[in-house]
C-alpha cells in the first residue's frame, strides 16, 4: 500500500555535498516520523538521522554539523542535505518511516529500495 522512493544518490569528491529525496506515496493516514538509515559494505544498518512528527530531529553523532533531514509534510518527502562528504560516508543509504495506513490501525515501518552513496577522489 506504502511505496518509499528514494533519489539523488551518486559519486562525489571528498568535501562536496549531495541531497538525498525520498517521497512516500500510497494509502498514507499519517506519518509519524522519517529517518535515513545507511549501512556500508560489511557494517551494521545505522541510523543517521530522523525527523519527528512534531519536527524534531536526532543525528548520528559522525554527522553532526555536516547532515540536515527536512521534510516537506503535504508531498510526504523527507530530504537528507549532506555536506562536507567524507570517504566513510559512503554507504547505501535506506529512506524509512513510520507511518499508519488508511487500511491498518497500527504504525507500520516502511522502507525505500536505497541509493548508493559513494564518496571517493
Known amino acids: 500500500q506504502v511505496q518509499l522512493v528514494e533519489s539523488g544518490g551518486g559519486l562525489v569528491q571528498p568535501g562536496g555535498s549531495l541531497r538525498l529525496s525520498c517521497a512516500a506515496s500510497g494509502s498514507i493516514f499519517s506519518i509519524l516520523a522519517m529517518a535515513w538509515y545507511r549501512q556500508a559494505p560489511g557494517k551494521q544498518r545505522e541510523l543517521v538521522a530522523l525527523?519527528?512528527?512534531?519536527?524534531?530531529?536526532n543525528y548520528a553523532d559522525s554527522v553532526k554539523g555536516r547532515f540536515t533531514i527536512s521534510r516537506d509534510n503535504v508531498k510526504n518527502t523527507v530530504f537528507l542535505q549532506m555536506n562536507s562528504l567524507k570517504p566513510e560516508d559512503t554507504a547505501v543509504y535506506y529512506c524509512?518511516?513510520?507511518?499508519?495506513?488508511?487500511?491498518?490501525?497500527?504504525?507500520?515501518?516502511?522502507w525505500g529500495q536505497g541509493t548508493q552513496v559513494t564518496v571517493s577522489s
Open positions: 524509512n518511516a513510520a507511518l499508519k495506513t488508511t487500511d491498518w490501525s497500527r504504525p507500520l515501518n516502511s
Open positions: 525527523i519527528s512528527n512534531d519536527g524534531s530531529t
